[in-house]
């Protein structure tokens, strides 16, 4: 009988054994999902996935759901487009779950992301951010300086004289990156010798970078990648911010931001910018200065309303710059007549957006967006002997619908687009001009299951009055093994028409002649490529690591051959071929609390045909290092943060000298730069101090021949390591929330 | 290399001597009802306070919404700490959050999320 009872209880136990995990497999959460203003209407549609994992589900049509409890986690993420996603501790006995999602109101196409996580695992397409608090680590104060502690765009400096920088991304020029400002196409066409100094950095919130082709919603242009730069949000902005830095060149910048909340509905933000150089620094004694003088004012100002189902954003921004470079010697406005070398230019540029944007009443997955953008740059230059002066006015007007296709795991894009462009420019008397009305259509659909895969398919056409239709196709999948191992692959179309002289003002400043030999025709490509991203946990600390390769090819590309003819750069279409190899591997890793390291390495494979022979893009490194370092206190009450970039071996184009003698195959060695800046905030201040090019290193003879700058063997466009050397900054900044 | 020595060192001081200034007084130790719910807040909390002149220590138990602070009191006292805590938008006890700093917050960060 005991014996029995025994046996009695082991089965009994045996079989609650048995069916507590059954139970625990079988039992579902059951639940629906609401909006939270009008809580009669009900969400289809929404995704449902516990957090950290793969496992989720989509609401019905009447907005209910069902999905297992998860065993490792009770943290449910609810999104659904147009409304802010939401995550809600589930409780383990929760029997029906009553969700309620707020509106987001948030225009679609400036989805503003409160995570700062630098690689976003989110969006299907891969994007690297760069935070305002990375932003902070570089040497104030455009956008130029804004890429300094990344690894995937590098700034170039074009010449040593002038100060124009470019971005470059996979080893291609800048002009083959899509600049957007709030997705908004900007400084681009004739403006693209200083653009990177029209963008203050304490203008931007956060950048976004995406390699590769980008959405097709933009334009058909963003061959290697897209840099869209996040400016302030008249809503979060601070009421007072203030920076001053300044340098031991002499130069110095003064900021000030206004943010200003009229009401709930009506915000501003008012941003002033100026920078100023001028001191004549010569520290490698070449007679010439080092950096242009130059002086700038610069104005932004952005206004949003929001009211219910309606978001309306303004930005409107006004800029003047004048800079001097050349010799030491060399007066303002005196001319080469004068005997001395002297580049000048002056610029004016007046640009503005505005954004519309409208939730349908009872489906928020469905809304209409109105984005309209107009410019006028105008600018006068002097290269020597040389002018060269342009005035360009772009509007562009794009209109776009949203909806979902029964659930919003099938969402999609639909719009129409017209742009102008009217270009006039004058180089050395000779008068260039161009007008251009591209009116377009394109539609881009989403499909995205919930749990591990997302497939962006675009396509454009665009009926451009002087090259005929353009069609862009582009196409973008993720997929999640699981949600710390993400796949991308991309690949598409690129289009755009070149501006060479803009595109290559660096050979402005030499004695090379410009020949166009034939008429230039639109340059196009193909971009693919993929990357792997692994979240990683190591002795618990968080880290990220990532590979990606990306291979272009043109179809035709205007090609600015400097190793031909030594005394010329020559600009025809492609024959043969032109390709970029790109590869990149980079870790980050919290190293110590408090230490964060990243580290890159980057391969570039760029070649282009010249007269027919395939040869490696000049001034092109093919090994590059990148390794960035910061340290923060508690509180980042102290940050120190330090940057090396190393640069391989790269070809040199052909030169001569005065007297002649043709020097090709020429290469340059490898180098270093090392930056770093320490920095302590107070409550309301920070001050920082930092130094850029710390091992001092500078080109020898960055400029061919300064000494004779009208003979045949001039030549500045041949810079490809720092000019200035060693440069130490301080500054502070002051903010009142 | 020799500026970077001397700046190490001149950095290493500066710390040192914060430390040991700090350690000298006695300190107290306050416990402020917030109107903090996530994990969020908590950051923004303790991130401000640590600013807060005489502050040493500040931390926060979200499911509590209990803030703890302790403090020199010849430095401060428990009305500024209150008032700091309405400049970054939360209710201190019975003392209200600034307006502005609230409706500046995140979304995830309002009173009526509730703890989570």
Not at chain 1, 330 to 338: C, F, H, P, T
Not at chain 1, 475 to 481: I, P, S
Not at chain 1, 644 to 666: C, K, M, Y
Request: net charge neutral.
């Amino acid at each position: 009988m005991i014996l029995a009872l025994k046996s009695r209880k082991t089965l009994f136990g045996l079989l609650l054994i048995l069916l507590f995990p059954a139970v625990a497999f079988t039992q579902n959460l059951n639940g629906q999902v609401f909006d939270r203003s009008d809580k009669n209407t009900v969400l289809p549609g929404a995704s449902l996935v516990w957090a950290g994992t793969t496992s989720g589900t989509l609401s019905d049509s009447k907005g209910t759901f069902t999905l297992p409890f998860s065993t490792q986690t009770n943290k449910l993420v609810i999104s659904f487009i147009g409304y802010k996603p939401d995550t809600i501790t589930v409780k383990p006995k929760e029997l029906f779950l009553r969700v309620y999602l707020e509106e987001s109101g948030s225009l679609q196409e400036v989805e503003i992301t409160a995570k700062q996580d630098r690689f976003d695992a989110k969006t299907p397409i891969k994007t690297e951010i760069i935070t305002s608090r990375d932003l902070e680590k570089s040497a104030c104060c455009n956008l130029a300086e804004s890429f300094e502690t990344n690894a995937s765009v590098e700034v170039s400096t074009t010449d040593a004289v002038s100060g124009a920088k470019q971005i470059q991304m996979l080893g291609l020029d800048g002009a083959y990156t899509l600049l957007t400002t709030d997705n908004v196409p900007a400084l681009q066409g004739l403006a693209t010798p200083f653009r990177l100094n029209y963008l203050s950095g304490t203008y931007i919130d956060n950048i976004d970078i995406i390699k590769g082709t980008g959405s097709v919603l933009n334009g058909y242009e963003s061959i290697s990648g897209q840099v869209n730069v996040k400016l302030k949000d008249p809503e979060k902005a601070d009421r007072v911010f203030v920076n001053l830095y300044g340098n031991d060149l002499g130069k110095w910048d003064a900021n000030l931001n206004v943010g200003h909340s009229f009401s709930e509905k009506l915000s501003t933000v008012l941003m002033l910018h100026t920078a100023q150089l001028h001191n004549r620094v010569d520290r490698n004694d070449d007679g010439f200065m080092d950096q242009p003088l130059g002086t700038q004012y610069n104005v932004y100002n952005k206004w949003k309303y929001t009211s219910g189902r309606f978001v309306s954003e303004v930005g409107l921004n006004a800029l003047r710059e004048n800079r001097i470079g050349g010799q030491t010697s060399y007066k303002e406005g005196s001319g080469a007549a004068s005997g001395n070398y002297g580049t000048e230019s002056l610029t004016d540029r007046v640009s503005g957006y505005t954004k519309l944007s409208l939730t349908s009443k009872n489906k928020p997955y469905e809304s209409l967006g109105l984005i309209l953008s107009g410019s006028n740059h105008k600018f006068d230059s002097e290269y020597g002997f040389r002018n060269y002066d342009g005035e360009q006015q772009s509007a562009l007007a794009r209109f776009i619908f949203q909806s979902a296709i029964g659930t919003t795991a099938h969402t999609y894009k639909l719009g129409a687009s017209f742009g102008h462009e009217n270009l006039r420019e004058n180089f050395e008397d000779t008068l260039m001009t161009r007008k251009e009305y591209i009116p377009g259509i394109f539609g881009e659909y989403t499909y995205n299951n919930a749990h591990n895969l997302t497939v962006v398919a675009g396509a454009r056409t665009d009926f451009h009055n002087l090259y005929g239709t353009v069609f862009t196709p582009r196409l973008h999948v993720k997929y999640d093994l699981n949600p710390n191992n993400i796949f991308r692959i991309s690949g598409g179309k690129g289009f755009r028409v070149a501006n060479p002289i803009a595109e290559n003002s660096g050979a402005l400043v030499s004695s090379r002649r410009f020949i166009f030999q034939e008429k230039l025709q639109p340059e196009e490509a193909w971009n693919t490529g993929g990357s792997f991203t692994r979240y990683f946990t190591l002795g618990g600390k968080p880290g990220t690591f990532i590979a990606d390769y990306y291979y272009t090819t043109f179809q035709n590309q205007v090609v600015a051959d400097m190793y031909s003819v030594p005394e010329a750069v020559i600009f025809t279409n492609l024959e043969g071929r032109s390709f970029s190899n790109s590869f990149q591997a980079e870790v980050q890793y919290e190293l110590a609390k408090g230490l964060d390291v990243k580290a890159a390495y980057k391969y570039f494979d760029v070649k282009s045909s010249y007269e027919g022979k395939l040869m490696d893009r000049p001034m092109n490194p093919k090994n590059r290092f990148f390794v960035n370092a910061g340290y923060a206190t508690a509180f980042d009450k102290w940050r120190f943060d330090a940057t090396v970039q190393w640069f391989g071996n790269r070809s040199l184009p052909t030169i001569a000298d005065h007297a002649g003698n043709v020097e090709t195959n020429r290469t340059a060695d490898p180098f270093s730069v090392l930056n770093s800046q320490v920095t302590r905030s107070f409550k309301h201040w920070d001050i920082y101090v930092g130094g850029e090019n710390l091992l001092n290193f500078k080109q020898k003879d960055p400029i061919m021949n300064a000494d004779q700058p009208f003979s045949h063997g001039f030549d500045a466009s041949m810079v490809w390591g720092p000019i200035s050397g060693r440069v130490i900054y301080a500054g502070l900044r002051y903010k009142l929330k | 290399m020799k500026t970077f020595k001397v700046l190490f060192t001149a950095f290493t001081l500066l710390i040192f001597g914060l430390n040991a200034q700090a350690q000298g007084k006695k300190t107290e130790s306050i416990k402020i009802k917030t109107s903090a719910v996530c994990n969020m807040c908590k950051a923004t909390i303790e991130k401000g306070m640590a600013y807060e002149k005489g502050v040493q220590k500040a931390e926060l138990d979200v499911a509590s919404q209990m803030l703890t602070v302790q403090y020199r009191a010849d430095k401060t006292n428990v009305e500024t700490l209150r008032t700091a805590v309405n400049q970054l938008g939360y209710d201190a006890d019975e003392a209200v959050a600034n307006e502005k700093a609230y409706n500046k917050l995140d979304d995830c960060c309002k009173k009526d999320k509730g703890v989570h």
